[in-house]
């Protein structure tokens, strides 16, 4: 059989701790304004002590310096005999003497001073209980914090526990140390002593009973007798405190009644604090810490209290500022509201019906705006002195109806931001993401903005964004998920291809249920369950799969609501456009920086080229480099080493941009060094190999060939180091340059020697030397034919009679017509000369 006084309808639930919490919130407001207004407590800013023996007299002890007492004449060591002609027999009859005289009044005190009596008039003033106020804003804050947790979810034992003592803990602290204060009416006497009775004796014992069940079950509940030896013990101290009114009891057990209810509240704290240390999982603390905060700061201020009132019974009478510090016991359901909200603990989400409270708003809305209408329309009239002007009604009624709006529109805002806080949240979340993203084109900081957003949105502390792009390969940023569980393989059963084909998020919360899943890739399935994520998000974007957003359970425990999948949707969409806007930036960033380096490369490299031709008397030379798009490694130059002597220098260094040009730069510098330390080719070369091939990377190489003309000795010596073969005519044949030799910087020493052979030629009237690079041998054309040595060679011998000038020329305008529309893909370097 059920019990029949236990409530089994949420709705009835909520109906009955709404009017419990309406009810007890009137009654503390009621007992707060007496306790702070109407019935304020006389203060003449002084202290009394009893007499003993002398109970009708009372000695003053303290004055307060500047203060009432002070200026009306009394001094310490006076003894005060009668208030306003009125004798008393304790302190607490003329304290209620001196209650009754309202603010600002003054007061006569008839006082003894060494023997002679004194009548004095004292201003009283009204006391404004500090800790008063702290005590009340402490009922206050549970009072609204259990009203929301149990109206949320009005079936959780919990939460009905913790709304039972929010309105336990208001009639506690709200009626807390003024049983003297109250309205006097007969039945409001009884009614708020019932209220002071209920809030002492259940409010401390069931504080430490909810910690005991939050925030895990302690296993003092499986010992039956714990919990009514603390309601005992409850009842025992307010008998007490009752009977005390009657008997004179030790100021020792008068101590103890007082700190009673201290001892229980702090004893509850402590057991939360001791379960947040040594039973709650380290990552389940964080939600939990600013409780825990809030407690030591309400434990700190509540010790406060009791040492001051102890030690210093009229402290709030001489200095009332003192308890100040006392307000902060507040932070205590501060706390709790907080974390609970937060961290949605006790499994809190407002469930609040949206269309109600729309309704009633825009009731009320409307019921303003007639009014107002009404009255600016009667106020049109009186002032014209007309009841039928409708014209300035029409204008009043369009103008009220502007104003309206904008109102109506912040009051629907402010719903949804204070009762549907998840649903503001989201909104919010998106507006700032999308304002976010387009400010972002760093690639990082899009994939860490699409994690905090979410995990600080959803409160979820398990979230990871994966990418997997067919030409950039697979990445990872995560929270709390280790990389190695988000690489998810390419298989055509993984996870990736799943997203890709159904291209809609994938619950995965179930995958060892889900028939849908079973056929899904062994490792991906462990990533999963290692990680821990329960949903995947697909990034896509035009039918292309970006990558993922996969999220884990959130802290609250709930599952992923269709509100929060769709936020998630779109995030997700927002994400890939940005991510591939970032790529796209990141790409056009690269080209623009190879641009600026081609461009650096091809001046350093033109400006390394001889600016003209040399002038010698019996030699015709000509030189050109012509540079491709893409900067290549050639380079040429001519070195006078006297009158009659010139050294010829074409080389060709591996790769292209700016390493190809600094290493020209280089070759520069040796090669001119060289020619003057060394007398032959030869020589030359082995030097310049032997100082560059520690500095140059492995994978690069330079080709060279060297010719010295030797005017004086009418002869001209070759070397070459890997390069193109030059091209020799005399007597009117042609033929190449027969010699050996491997690059600069392949080998450092005896090989690349032994490689190299010095060929002589003598200087006669019809000798003709044509070096060249490998880009005009190689030049192609649209259908990607080579331009090739026979061609280069037919064209010499049509044109040898012409200048080295001209010979050139006709070179470089024959492979430009034979590329066409073809592009330049290397530079074209052509070195003529003629002995004349």
Known sequence: MKNPFILRSPRLIRIVFTVCTLAVLLMAVLNFMSVMFYNATGNDQC??????????????????????????????????????????NSAAEAQRIIDAVPKGDFATYTV????????????????????????????????????????????????????????????????????????????????????????RVLAPPLFISFFFHFPVRRKALERRWVLPVLYAVSVLLVGLIIASQMLALPVSVLTLLFIGPYIFYISGLLIFAGSYFRLVAPERRGQLRPILIGIAIGIASAFYIIVLQLRYPFAVFLYPSTFIPGIFVVAVPISFGYSIFRYRLMD???????????????????????????????????????????????FAFIFIALAFDPIKRR?????????????????????EFSQELPRQMNLDQILHSILNRISGTMH????????????EGCRSVSINIDEACCRFGTAQNGLIALLRNRKQPQPLAFIGDDPELAALDPADKENIRRSGIVLAVPMSLQ?????????????????????DIDLLSTVASQAAIAIENARLHRSEIEKQRIEEEMNMARLIQQGLLPKSNPVLDRLDISGTSLPALSVGGDYF??????????????????????????????????????AHMYTTPREMLIHVNRRLYDGIERKSFITMILALFDLQRQE???????????????????????????????????????????????????????????????????????FGEASITRIIGEHRKESASDIQASVLRAVREFQGEAEQHDDITVVVAKYR
């Open 47 to 88: 202290a009394w002590n009893t007499i003993q023996n002398e109970p009708k007299k009372l000695l003053i002890t303290s004055v307060v310096s500047g203060g009432v007492a002070e200026a009306a004449g009394i001094r310490e060591q006076d003894l005060l005999v009668k208030i306003n002609g009125a004798g008393f």
């Open 637 to 674: 130059d001519f070195i006078e080493l006297a009158p009659d002597k010139l050294l010829v220098v074409v080389a060709d260094v591996s790769g292209k941009g700016m390493s190809a040009a600094l290493y020209m730069s280089k070759i520069q510098g040796m090669i001119q060094l060289a």
């Open 411 to 431: 009051v629907q805002e402010w719903i949804d931001r204070f009762f549907y806080q998840e649903r503001y949240n989201y909104q919010r979340a998106l507006l």
């Open 348 to 394: 809190i989400d407002l469930i609040i019906k949206r269309s109600l409270i729309y309704a009633t708003i825009t009731a009320a809305i409307a019921a303003l705006y007639l009014l107002i209408v009404y009255g600016v329309g009667s106020m049109i009239a009186y002032f014209l002195g007309t009841e039928e002007n409708r014209l300035l009604n029409i």
């Open 543 to 563: 039918d292309r799969l970006i990558g993922t957003i996969n999220v884990g359970p959130k802290l609250s425990g709930r599952f992923y609501s269709q509100e």
């Open 112 to 199: 003894e001073r060494n023997g002679s009596p004194l009548e004095l008039r004292v201003k009283i003033l009204k006391l404004f209980n500090v800790a008063f106020l702290g005590f009340f804003f402490l009922g206050l804050g549970f009072l609204i914090v259990g009203f929301v947790v149990v109206v949320t979810k009005p079936d959780g034992l919990l939460q009905r526990m913790f709304a039972r003592y929010s309105l336990l803990a208001m009639l506690l602290f709200s009626f807390f140390g003024s049983p003297q204060q109250i309205p006097q009416f007969p039945w409001i006497i009884h009614l708020f002593r019932a209220c002071i009775i209920a809030g």
């Open 460 to 471: 979820v502390d398990r979230i990871a964004v994966v990418l997997c792009d067919e030409t």
């Open 716 to 786: 001209v010596l070759f070397c070459r180091a890997g390069h193109n073969k030059a091209i020799i005519g005399t007597n009117g044949t042609f033929d190449h340059l027969d010699s050996t030799g491997i690059g600069l910087g392949l080998e450092r020493g005896p090989i690349f020697e032994r490689s190299l052979q010095e060929i002589t030629y003598p200087l006669r009237p019809d000798s003709l030397f044509f070096l060249y690079s490998d880009g005009l041998t190689e030049a192609m054309d649209v259908a990607e034919r080579e």
